[in-house]
C-alpha cells in the first residue's frame, strides 16, 4: 500500500490558479503510475489526469486539456498538479491516487477509480466565479 498526503487546495476566483502537490511514501515510487480524481458535491468521482511511472506519457480528461499540467519528482516522491485558468465547474475535492499495478506501460483507456488502489484524503478546491 501507498500513503499518499494531498496539499495546495483553497478557495480562489475564476481564472486564477492553484497548484496541488501530492506526497507519497510506502512503494517504490517511481515503480507506479499517479491520477488525479475529483468529485464535487452529489456527483461521482472523476478522472482528471494521469502520469506514467517513469513521467513520460500524461493523459488528462478533455475538460483540462491545456489548462492543467501533471507532473511527478521520482527523487522527491511528489505528484504535482499546476491548474490554470480555473473555472467553477472545477470546484471539488481533489484526490491523489497510485495505481494498482507496478510498471504500467500505458492507459489505454481513460483511467478509472479501479486503477487505483490507494488515494490521500482529498484537498478542497473551491473556484468562485
Known amino acids: 500500500q501507498v500513503q499518499l498526503v494531498e496539499s495546495g487546495g483553497g478557495l480562489v476566483q475564476t481564472g486564477d490558479s492553484l497548484r496541488l502537490s501530492c506526497a507519497a511514501s510506502?512503494?517504490?515510487?517511481?515503480?507506479?503510475?499517479m491520477g488525479w480524481f475529483r468529485q464535487a458535491p452529489g456527483k461521482e468521482r472523476e478522472f482528471v489526469a494521469a502520469?506514467?511511472?517513469?513521467?513520460?506519457?500524461?493523459y488528462y480528461t478533455d475538460s483540462v486539456k491545456g489548462r492543467f499540467t501533471i507532473s511527478r519528482d521520482n527523487a522527491k516522491n511528489t505528484v504535482t498538479l499546476q491548474m490554470n485558468s480555473l473555472k467553477p465547474e472545477d470546484t471539488a475535492v481533489y484526490y491523489c491516487?497510485?495505481?494498482?499495478?507496478?510498471?504500467?506501460?500505458?492507459?489505454?483507456?481513460?483511467?478509472?477509480?479501479?486503477?487505483?488502489?490507494?488515494w490521500g484524503q482529498g484537498t478542497q478546491v473551491t473556484v468562485s466565479s
Open positions: 491516487a497510485a495505481d494498482r499495478l507496478t510498471y504500467r506501460p500505458v492507459f489505454t483507456t481513460t483511467p478509472v477509480t479501479s486503477d487505483f488502489d490507494s
Open positions: 510506502g512503494r517504490t515510487f517511481s515503480s507506479y503510475a
Open positions: 502520469i506514467s511511472y517513469s513521467g513520460g506519457s500524461t
